[in-house]
């Protein structure tokens, strides 16, 4: 057979490539074009880009990262936020009902206050650092230290702690039988690990009864977790004089009232929050290795980590193909079965009982999550709206995933937007919830776009690859 292509280009394969202009003739023909005309053969429209494909130069977005940059570094802006939050936590003294809440916003209030003072007096290049930090050590580290050196927290706190100890003595970290609501344990059996310093260090010396307190696990890991995906996912490499850091933002991001007040009084799912980010840096990133382990730990946490997996599988199957996202696959679920199978086999009643059942209200003792959100409010009209709420949220779901099937993430920012939804979704159609739930799509949402430096979702392509200009290649013989 002779080839009719054109020699010395080679043309564009795959799913996801396109191409600027088809060569059609011979260099001969290409020649006899006159000077400052378009050589002829060379389409004059481009190859319709394919959906999801990157270009470069990227297009502008409607919303820049240097315009949000700038409109961040607005006095205004930051007096806006200090007052919002200062208004966010002295509401919690006059309408929660647990003290511990109540104390969080004794203290935060007035730091809040004094760091939006702070940002309109003092000069700019160290308003908004003296602002941080004034906020950071008011609304979380006073409030913090108080209650770990007094012993007070919530109910979680004292469930993961205690779910250690049943793990040391009994080999599983559910009670048989629960009588109470704080006999419960909702998490799944890796999240007895933040309870294990507590077993080790006591409770006999201030400093035992702070450093074995889970709540400084907890804030660990999600500050661990969110400084190494900010390290992934940010545009220039080490070494490069990269002057962004990440302390300012992860200062701001945990001194704001969604985040302060779940570290100060529980912070359970602050590890959470920051593994989901960092899995899906990681698969960005092609390390399929990590990617799995870090999933497999979330998957072993909670079980509404259990999305995290399928779209941080989707988003290495869009980039890098069927053999990393298969390998993060199968490292995902398979420590995940290897952690919770024992625990299924041996006690399946109390953790169908209390993981599964006792979150959605499914259980004789409701669970004390009780914020007005829709499906908690549909669930309080009774056996029919609890019904409905269950419906609804898994229709919701069902609708997330189909979505997800259909235009599969190409960055981490895509990827944590799309779980951010489901995970909205979840939590607002539940029949029992909390605000504090919603800590996670936020964050989610915010930190991989400050880590990139970047609002789209759209990964950049690199710089060589100019749209419009064919790619060279050796003829075939």
Same mark, same amino acid.
Request: charged share 15%; hydrophobic share 50%; glycine share 10%.
């Given at each position: ?80 936020? !200090?007052?919002?939050?200062?208004? &966010? ?14 104390? &969080? ?170 593994? !989901? ?25 909670? &079980? ?98 189909? &979505? ?74």
């Amino acid at each position: 057979m002779v080839s009719t292509r054109t020699p010395g280009y080679l043309r564009p394969r795959g799913r996801f490539t396109g191409r600027g202009r088809t060569p059609a003739q011979t260099p001969a023909t290409e020649a006899s074009s006159g000077p400052g005309r378009r050589p002829r053969g060379f389409s004059v429209q481009p190859f319709p880009r394919q959906r999801g494909e990157s270009t470069f130069p990227p297009t502008p977005d409607r919303l820049s990262a240097a315009g949000l940059a700038r409109l961040a570094s607005m006095r205004t802006v930051h007096l806006l936020g !200090c007052l919002v939050a200062a208004g &966010w936590a002295a509401a919690f003294p006059l309408v929660s009902d647990l003290p511990n809440q109540r104390q &969080w916003g004794l203290i935060a209030a007035p730091a809040y206050a004094l760091a939006g003072l702070l940002c309109v007096t003092l000069p700019r290049r160290f308003a908004a650092r003296a602002a941080a930090g004034v906020a950071l050590a008011g609304a979380v580290l006073a409030p913090l230290g108080l209650l770990a050196l007094t012993g007070r927290h919530q109910s979680e706190v004292m469930v993961v702690e205690r779910s250690a100890h049943l793990l040391l003595t009994t080999g599983t970290p559910y009670l048989p039988h629960p009588v109470v609501v704080t006999d419960y344990n909702p998490y799944l059996p890796a999240m007895s690990l933040f309870g294990m310093p507590r077993q080790l260090l006591g409770d006999s010396t201030a400093f035992a009864r702070v450093a074995g307190d889970a709540r400084i696990w907890f804030a660990l890991t999600f500050f661990a977790c969110l400084l190494a995906a900010w390290r992934l996912l940010r545009p220039a490499r080490p070494g490069s004089g990269d002057p962004r850091a990440p302390l300012l933002p992860l200062a701001v991001l945990t001194a704001s009232p969604l985040i302060a007040l779940a570290l100060a009084v529980g912070g359970v799912d602050l590890p959470l929050i920051g593994v !989901c980010c960092l899995a899906m840096a990681l698969a960005e990133r092609d390390r399929t290795v990590g990617a799995g382990l870090v999933l497999a730990l979330a998957c072993t946490l909670k &079980w509404t980590a259990w999305p995290a997996l399928p779209v941080a599988v989707l988003l290495l199957w869009r980039l890098y193909g069927r053999r990393p996202a298969a390998r993060t696959a199968l490292i995902g679920a398979g420590v995940s079965t290897v952690v919770i199978l024992p625990s299924a086999l041996a006690h399946a009643g109390a953790l169908r009982e209390q993981v599964v059942r006792f979150p959605l209200g499914m259980t004789a003792i409701r669970t004390p999550a009780g914020s007005p959100l829709p499906g908690k409010v549909l669930a309080g009209v009774g056996p029919t709206g609890h019904a409905i709420s269950l419906a609804l949220m898994t229709v919701a779901l069902v609708g997330v995933a189909i &979505w997800l099937l259909a235009r599969p993430p190409v960055s981490a920012i895509g990827a944590a937007d799309l779980l951010a939804a489901g995970l909205a979704i979840a939590f607002m159609l539940a029949p029992a919830g909390r605000f504090g739930y919603l800590a996670l799509p936020v964050v989610l949402v915010i930190w991989p776009r400050l880590a990139a430096g970047r609002w789209s979702s759209r990964r950049p392509a690199p710089p060589d690859r100019v749209r419009g200009r064919p790619q060279p290649a050796v003829p075939r013989a």
